[in-house]
């Protein structure tokens, strides 16, 4: 699968922008700000209808606009997907395959799967739970529809109930009924969560080591270790035993979206006790693991965005990174400032590229 054609109108800084692709590796090379990571983020947006790095859809339109347009053209399994994603202020967001808009967006998950690796992703390990629970939604998301839907309906349940925790406290009431209908969705839908992310979990731990010794080079033992409320007793045991707690705090303190991932190396956590490169390796790991998983399970190759990866690793890194991509990646997106050093890399896999210069 690759992306042929890109076209922006008021996507970010483009006022009106158009991209003719390599089927391998494409870069955009160009001073800080000039634009390179918005032009990954507009292919990001194709796949997964949202921006990576803005979650407020309003500001990814063009300053003093009021709509934009993302047009991409695929190619996948000898087929052109044309997919169009637009927003418009005071309207919602659309998704059109083929000139058809979704009735949901999360019908457009896994339809044209994409990594990326950032800076940003060095929240994985700095930020607090919910970004690594995230990351392995959207790992999972990717490959394994079903899974995206009870998340959808596990968040819809969590939030009536949190609702109906606040009208308890607010109205000096309760009702044991209706509480009860919430814990047993709740518990359905979250059993289920909880046992596709242990599944997942034991299917990309592996992956992820043998990434880990490829791109570290190192032998130390590194490993995700899963925590879930769900390890100690079923869902609605817990509901019903922390049932006093939520009322008194008017929200759900247990469920799976309490769990968290940690990252360790040597049993220690990585944020913690592991050096800057082993950090930069760990992520490294994890996003090329989830591109393997991905591949493996989809049956369909990745896009891969590359944004700013100079920044965070040295070039011999990021030739390694190219190296290993280079028998089994299917198109890449490179970002970074300086063109003979970008250059220079992707020469060397003997692939086609094309350099766009913004
Ligand atoms: N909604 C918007 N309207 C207009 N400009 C925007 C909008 N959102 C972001 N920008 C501009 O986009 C630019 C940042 O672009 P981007 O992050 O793609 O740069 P870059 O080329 O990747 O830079 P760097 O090399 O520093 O990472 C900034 O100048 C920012 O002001």
Redesign the pocket.
């Known amino acids: 699968m690759f992306l042929k054609k890109l076209s922006l109108v008021n996507y970010?800084?483009f006022s009106t922008a158009d991209f003719d692709f390599d089927e391998k590796i494409n870069c955009f090379v160009?001073?800080?700000?000039?634009?390179?990571?918005?032009v990954l983020d507009a292919i990001y947006h194709l796949s997964f209808g949202k921006s990576y790095f803005n979650p407020i859809a309003l500001?990814?339109?063009?300053?003093g606009e009021d709509f934009f347009v993302i047009d991409g053209r695929f190619e996948k399994n000898g087929l052109e997907e044309h997919v169009i994603c637009s927003l418009k202020k005071g309207q919602k967001k659309t998704i059109k395959r083929n000139g058809k808009p979704y009735d949901k967006l999360s019908d457009h998950i896994g339809m044209l799967p994409l990594v990326i690796i950032s800076p940003a992703d060095r929240d994985l390990i700095t930020e607090g739970s919910e970004t690594r629970r995230k990351f392995i939604d959207s790992v999972i998301s990717q490959s394994d529809k079903n899974y995206l839907n009870q998340l959808i309906f596990y968040n819809r349940a969590l939030t009536q109930r949190n609702s109906l925790l606040k009208y308890f406290a607010l109205n000096h009431t309760y009702d044991h009924d209706t509480l009860a209908i919430y814990n047993e969705q709740l518990h359905n839908y979250g059993t289920e969560i909880f046992r596709v992310r242990q599944g997942f979990l034991k299917a990309f731990i592996p992956i992820f080591t043998e990434q880990y010794k490829a791109i570290s080079g190192n032998s130390e033992q590194v490993n995700i270790a899963y925590s879930s409320q769900l390890l100690d007793a079923p869902l609605e045991e817990q509901l019903r035993i922390t049932v006093n707690k939520d009322k008194a705090l008017q929200y759900t303190s247990t469920g799976v979206h309490r769990d968290d991932l940690s990252f360790e190396i040597e049993g220690f956590p990585v944020k913690k006790f592991g050096s800057q490169g082993q950090q930069k390796s760990f992520l490294i790991a994890l996003k090329l693991a989830q591109f393997n998983f991905i591949k493996k399970q989809a049956g369909v190759t990745p896009i891969l965005l590359l944004d700013?990866i100079f920044d965070k690793l040295d070039e011999n890194r990021v030739a390694q990174i190219v190296k290993l991509m280079d028998e089994n990646f299917g198109q890449l997106f490179i970002?970074d400032?300086h063109a003979d050093r970008t250059e220079a890399v992707v020469r060397d896999t003997h692939q086609s590229y094309k350099i766009f210069r913004?």
């Open positions: 970010k800084n160009g001073n800080n700000g000039i634009g390179k990571t918005n500001q990814n339109i063009r300053h700013d970002s400032t913004l």
